[in-house]
């Protein structure tokens, strides 16, 4: 997006912030989240006698390290129990390969993303951008933190997005590509993949020198250029035969 848009809404951000916020927000931190996907309910009415052959929701987790302009997310490696379901020799299921390691700074409205497809990596040379968010009227308590409700409507990804934020930790933090909230995201749904990200652990503490990371190895790419990859290869492995759901 144009810098002026994305400068005007920053400073009105910060504005609001500290009208809101007797003793501002955080601005220093670590928050983690945990992934739930509803497996069965994205399967397809011709493949329903699958269920038996997989767990019914698969569980992960992120992590976004922030201070007052950067932020780093990524998922949380975790070694696989053999005896869970879905593990052993039977079917596996790993639904986090599609995060990549994200990192944004504020002040110079940067964007990379190490990503791996198909064995290969990538780097996503990208900028903020604000989504066009629609601001409902809807409030909850996630975690002691006051939080509001946002909607997105996601026409690439063909997804309907319903965020909570709060001002209590700062502007543009939030899971993957949606970070550009007047406050931190602390759950979102993804209503169309029967999905769920919600914040368990958030911790204000001053982070080490290698907490943020910038990544600088891959392949450099558009974000355009990377989703016509993606988008070609699904094509591809339509074509010989594979059955790939998109949601």
Known sequence: MKTTNFTFLLLFVFASLSLSAQNGPITEGYIEYEV????????????????????????????????????????????????????GRGMRFRMGGMIGKTYTNTSTEEKLTNQEFFNKNYLIVDTLKVLAWKFGDGSKTIMGYPCMMATFLDTARKQTVNAWYTMGVRPFLGPDMYGSLPGAILEMEFVEMNTVVSAKVITPKTLKKNDIKKPTSGEKISRAQFNQTVKEQIENMRKNGFNFQTR
Not at 58 to 71: D, I, K, V
Request: net charge negative; aromatic share 12%.
């Open 36 to 87: 739930r996907i509803n497996l069965h309910k994205n399967l397809p009415k011709e493949r329903e006698e699958m269920k038996n052959m997989m767990p019914e929701f698969q569980t992960f987790r992120t992590e976004l390290y922030f201070n007052p302009t950067e932020s780093f997310y990524q998922i949380i490696e975790e070694d696989e129990d053999p005896d869970a379901p879905g593990g």
